[in-house]
């Protein structure tokens, strides 16, 4: 057997380049976005269901909406940065106005929560300005929401289609296409 170039025993190395494209979409954008619903339902409850509630005190409650919070944010930040190269020109400065409002906002997190740990174990307390706390998960949820149409536009979510002809697809069905 004569080997050709770019063949290693059985396996054939070829030549084309290595596409990742899939891979990328699903571990660096799908898992994001799954992440931000997530992190939204656990910052507004504390747990992602009902049930969990009973397992918990007050204050572990509060701490996990607070880190859920703060994940959020997080979170926005990686999927804005792992999209931002293949963003249309004209959205780019959107998604850079969003990085810029994220850093504002994780500036603002030391000031949502308050916590004192007492000597005693029991005794621990967790409060959350829920005011300010409200503000930043409202403007979190329209950065999320709006992220969608350029990500979109892109073709990061839905893969882009032509238009759908009827009038051809009719034409074609009586011809007998």
Request: cysteine-free.
């Amino acid at each position: 057997m004569v080997k050709q170039k770019g063949e290693v025993g059985d396996l054939n190395l070829g030549t084309d380049a290595w596409n990742v494209a899939d891979g990328y979409t699903k571990l660096k954008i799908l898992r994001q976005l799954i992440q931000l619903d997530r992190w939204e339902t656990i910052a507004q409850y504390g747990t992602e269901e009902v049930e969990e509630n009973i397992i918990y005190d007050p204050v572990r409650i509060r701490k996990r909406r607070v880190e859920a919070l703060e994940r959020y944010i997080s979170t926005l930040r990686q999927l804005i940065g792992n999209t931002l190269f293949a963003i249309k020109k004209e959205d780019v400065k959107q998604l850079e106005g969003f990085l810029e409002r994220l850093k504002t906002l994780q500036d603002f997190m030391p000031d949502v929560y308050d916590q004192v740990v007492p000597d005693r174990v029991n005794d621990e307390q967790f409060e959350i300005n829920e005011d300010l706390f409200n503000k930043i998960f409202e403007i979190l949820q329209e950065i999320k929401d709006q992220l969608n149409t350029p990500l979109n536009k892109a073709g990061l979510i839905f893969r882009p289609t032509e238009e759908v002809d009827l009038d051809k697809i009719m034409q074609d069905i009586v011809q007998g296409g």
